[in-house]
């Protein structure tokens, strides 16, 4: 493709997406697929020939594009969002377009001081300690893996990065069984072994009971296990349900554990400052993640970690071989130490543009709304006679389902995940489920940037008459 084209072709992809964006909610949420239907439609050898950006695109069209599922829709309601924004994608075009990989400060300067700068921006405002710093990282997993790997690096003295593990090491790790589990792999690659993190229970709230923390420390310290590290939670996956993470901070100082904090998608709450009491005590934590790009209007891929010593994680990570040595390494960042990848994108721009264009109040009242509508779908779930919520909602995530108490537990999870298949098989919603206490809930989500009432009405109106269908035919 020469320049030319690339111009004549862009604008026109530009005007594509402009109106996929303006036309998303005309699209049904969740595609009608069969298993390996669309690669059995695609060549089986690639093209030898170069092919017309007309006939690639037309195949993007007839091909992909029904087979997609569309994040975007604002009555995607399932998992939790990767909700993006207009900025957030003109910024990944200038990504994309200059292609820099910004694994050091002197591959691209403005990159890494960019992300220095935004990370500060969030910490601020996110009521984090001013004394911590941030870093990008691709995803939660990742950065909650990192996380873990420089907890093990800290308590072995930096030895198994070396020596390798001597056998003799019981290191424990301890979470609440609603954690992400993310943290299981973290824990299974960091090599520690998934048998050694241990279920704190929780409370009816469904987060961890801090005394019953202690007490399988102090259980495993008797048998001569080392204690490593505490993964909290600031919003579990199933129900948003809050770790308090100033108590367990307390106990982890206590013990010489490291305190990780999982607030993959809840944290983007705390740029609210009616959220901000949720972390009191975080700074004798250690490490804290979330990803703007679930819930702060940043496409994914886009996670920041903060961390109270970035040395523990630089040591941890930092390989310096001759060919990536430079005179400035004591005086700049060079974000490829703090982390896995060498390579690294520069995500920091999507967060600049986001920021800027929102502003945080901006931000704010989106969030807010969307919290606002989260609290009106509950109250319509509440006055329904039939049906329960099953968990608090503080954010926007509620947990409900049909209940009738002279029907089995089992009738009533099959009547659930019927209900919820049936509305999802209409494609003007899409909701997924989760399982409380061995209860199938339907999780409702509202978190879309462009999620308004008319959508959430929408959604009760079609529940409502699905439910009043299936009742009919259910004994
Ligand atoms: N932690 C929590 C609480 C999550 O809900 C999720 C994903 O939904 C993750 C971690 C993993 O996030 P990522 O996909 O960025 O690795």
Redo the contacts with the bound molecule.
Sequence with gaps: MDKEDFRKYAHQLVDWMADYLEQKENYPVTPNTKPREIYNQLPTDAPEDSESFEAIFQDFQQLILPGMTHWQHPSFFG??PANNSEPSILAEMLMATLGAQCMSWLTSPAATELEERVCDWLRDAKGISSAWKGVIHD????A?LSAILSARERKSAWKINEEGFDGKERFRIYSSAH??S?IDKGVRIAGLGVDNLVRIPVDEKFAMIPSLLEEAIQKDLEKGYTPLCVVS?L???SSTAIDPIGEISKITTRYGLWHHI?A??AGTALLLPEFQHLIEGHELADSYVF?P??WMFTNF?C?VLFLKNPEDLIKTFSLTPEYLRTQLDREVNNYRDWGIQLGRRFRALKLWFVIRSYGLNGIRQKLRNHIQLAQKAKSWIESEEGLEILAPVPFNTICFRHNMTDHSLEEMNAFNEKWMNTVNSTGKVFFTHTKLEGKFVIRWVIGQTDVEEKHIQAAWVLLMETRKKLLQHFD
């Design positions: 998992y939790f995803t939660a997993s990742t909650t954690v992400h993310s939670a919003g579990t996956t999982d993959a998608y990803n790009h679930k891929d996670t």
